[in-house]
């Protein structure tokens, strides 16, 4: 990887709840994208858009050959790096760990960075399913944050504002609009 940038800061990559709701302090944002990985409704949400019982569907990211995830980057400084990790740990602790990974920023240049990726096998993981499977359980699911629909919704939002795409999300989105007209 490259050298940091700003090597008195560290990127923090978002590409679920953390793009409308990063609850970090920051001193940048940027629209980025991490290639070799692709977002995915395939993680359980035990603690926030589900209960212990009946868990919601939020994303990840797998491992995907030639894919590419775009989100977005927050340019944190070092002196408030560790309370922000500190949050994010606690916020993205069912079955989340910190992955290091480059980011490739929309408006040019690369940088090194850190994205909270569940990966497939750990405790809370869903994995996938048949679409009209997943559109039930977010229709059903909800927890602390919140309900799985507003969850999917604010993330339909927040990639159409920053123009970015995203099948798998608009699918799921588009079809769960279907369900709740009665189609």
């Known amino acids: ?26 001193h940048e944002r940027q629209v980025a994208r991490i290639r070799g990985w692709t977002r995915r409704f395939w993680q359980g949400s035990h603690d926030h858009r589900g209960l212990p019982h009946a868990p919601g ?29 500190e949050g994010l740990d606690h916020r993205e602790k069912n079955g989340y760990q910190r992955h290091d990974v480059l980011l490739e920023f929309r408006r040019g240049g690369t940088d090194v960075g850190v994205a909270y990726i569940a990966p497939v096998g750990n405790h809370a993981f869903l994995g996938p399913a048949p679409v ?47 369900c709740q007209a009665g189609g």
């Open 1 to 26: 990887m490259n050298e940091p940038e700003h090597p008195e800061s560290v990127w923090v990559f978002g590409y679920g709840s953390l793009i409308w709701r990063p609850d970090i302090a920051f």
């Open 132 to 178: 009209d499977e997943m559109v039930a359980q977010i229709a059903r699911s909800a927890g602390p944050s919140g309900t799985n629909i507003d969850y999917l919704y604010d993330l339909e939002a927040a990639l159409w504002d920053l123009a970015i795409e995203d099948a798998h999300v608009f699918e799921l989105a588009h079809r769960l609009r279907e």
């Open 57 to 85: 569907r939020v994303v990840t990211l797998v491992p995907e050959r030639g894919a590419a995830c775009e989100g977005v980057a927050y340019r944190v400084p070092a002196d408030l790096a560790a309370a922000a990790f």
